[in-house]
């Protein structure tokens, strides 16, 4: 498995952006799926959006389409998500996650096989 640390999180203005970071070690970073989910207080955990081991293919969860944007560099085993347009129902937990298994195009939160400790995400009105 890998071991995932995220950044990028804090307090931000309704409109604004900001851009996480999550940081893996290991060396099977790059052929395992990568996804972004957030647990806003008293609520259960969502899936935000996901992207293929390759980078080639990308899923978004309906409230965040067009505003926000994953994107991976393998050769920095890192994953990054970009939130544009924030609304303060944004704010929650982001945490990242990996893939358990190999090469696939997406990833569920019931196969996700390491989690990050998550960063938090503030949007004020």
């Known amino acids: 498995q890998v071991q995932l640390v995220e950044s990028g999180g804090g307090l931000v203005q309704a409109g604004g952006s900001l851009r996480l970071s999550c940081a893996a070690s290991g060396r099977t970073f790059s052929v395992r799926a990568m996804g972004w989910f957030r647990q806003a207080p008293g609520k259960e955990r969502e899936l935000v959006a996901t992207i293929s081991w390759s980078g080639g293919s990308t899923y978004y969860a309906d409230s965040v389409k067009g505003r926000f944007t994953i994107s991976r560099d393998n050769a920095k085993n890192t994953v990054y998500l970009q939130l544009n347009s924030l609304k303060p129902e944004d704010t929650a937990v982001y945490y990242c996650?990996?893939?358990?298994?190999?090469?696939?195009?997406?990833?569920?939160?019931?196969?996700?096989?390491?989690w990050g400790q998550g960063t938090q995400v503030t949007v004020s009105s």
């Open positions: 996650a990996a893939d358990r298994s190999y090469s696939r195009n997406s990833v569920a939160a019931a196969d996700v096989g390491s």
